[in-house]
T-cell receptor, first 116, second 110 residues
Framework: DAGVTQSPTHLIKTRGQQVTLRCSPKSGHDTVSWYQQALGQGPQFIFQYYEEEERQRGNFPDRFSGHQYPNYSSELNVNALLLGDSALYLC???????????????FGPGTRLLVL | RKEVEQDPGPFNVPEGATVAFNCTYSNSASQSFFWYRQDCRKEPKLLMSVYSSGNEDGRFTAQLNRASQYISLLIRDSKLSDSATYLCVVRNQAGTALIFGKGTTLSVSS
C-alpha cells in the first residue's frame, strides 16, 4: 500500500516564476492538506481540499492556489514566486476513521523548493 | 502569542537518560493534540496522540492538562534512534488544520 507521494522531490525556480507541485494521497484517503515548512520552523497550514473544494485556508496570499481531482490527487500552485517562498512543501492525506470518527494526517516526503 | 509554543531546545542527552518536552497552546477550545517526530530532511510522522487521561506507548508518555493548556512528552531510556525533532501539534477548532509548534530538537549521544 503506497503512502502519500509527492513530485517533484526538488525544484529550483527564479523570482517571479510559477510552480506546480503534485500530491497523490494514501489509498482510501479523500482529503488532502498542504503545508509550508521554512527552515527551522514547524509546518504551516496552507489549505485543505475535500470533494474537490477548498475546505479551509490558512494565512497565505492568493498567489497560493490549489486543486483536487476526482481521484483525490491534488496540486499546489504558487504564482509570482518570492525568495521567501523557499521551503519544504508537505502534502498530508487523511480520511475520517470508521473506528473512532477522527482523522489522522499522514505526510508525504515533501517537495523542496528553492527560489533564486 | 503563538498558537503552539514549545521548549526552544536543543536537548543533548546521553543514552539511557529521561527527557521531557513541554508545550503550551493558546486556544482553549482545541480538542485534539499530538506529538509528531521529524527526522532531518524528512516528513513529520505521528508519534502519538495525546488524551486527557494521559497515554503511554512503550518508553513514551504523553500528558495533557486542559486547565493549563499544557502538553508534555516524556521519553524514558533514550536511544540513539530517538534523535530527531519533536513537534507539538494541535488540531484547529474546525477540525481541519494541524497547528505545529516550532519543534524541539533532541540529540542522544553514546
Amino acid at each position: 500500500d503506497a503512502g502519500v507521494t509527492q513530485s517533484p522531490t526538488h525544484l529550483i525556480k527564479t523570482r517571479g516564476q510559477q510552480v506546480t507541485l503534485r500530491c497523490s494521497p494514501k489509498s482510501g484517503h479523500d482529503t488532502v492538506s498542504w503545508y509550508q515548512q521554512a527552515l527551522g520552523q514547524g509546518p504551516q497550514f496552507i489549505f485543505q481540499y475535500y470533494e474537490e473544494e477548498e475546505r479551509q485556508r490558512g494565512n497565505f496570499p492568493d498567489r497560493f492556489s490549489g486543486h483536487q481531482y476526482p481521484n483525490y490527487s491534488s496540486e499546489l500552485n504558487v504564482n509570482a514566486l518570492l525568495l521567501g517562498d523557499s521551503a519544504l512543501y508537505l502534502c498530508a492525506s487523511s480520511t475520517v476513521s470508521d473506528d473512532w470518527g477522527g482523522e489522522t494526517q499522514y505526510f508525504g516526503p515533501g517537495t523542496r523548493l528553492l527560489v533564486l | 502569542r503563538k498558537e503552539v509554543e514549545q521548549d526552544p531546545g536543543p536537548f543533548n542527552v546521553p543514552e539511557g537518560a529521561t527527557v521531557a518536552f513541554n508545550c503550551t497552546y493558546s486556544n482553549s477550545a482545541s480538542q485534539s493534540f499530538f506529538w509528531y517526530r521529524q527526522d532531518c530532511r524528512k516528513e513529520p510522522k505521528l508519534l502519538m496522540s495525546v488524551y486527557s487521561s494521559g497515554n503511554e506507548d512503550g518508553r513514551f508518555t504523553a500528558q495533557l492538562n486542559r486547565a493549563s493548556q499544557y502538553i508534555s512528552l516524556l521519553i524514558r531510556d533514550s536511544k540513539l534512534s530517538d534523535s530527531a525533532t519533536y513537534l507539538c501539534v494541535v488540531r484547529n477548532q474546525a477540525g481541519t488544520a494541524l497547528i505545529f509548534g516550532k519543534g524541539t530538537t533532541l540529540s542522544v549521544s553514546s
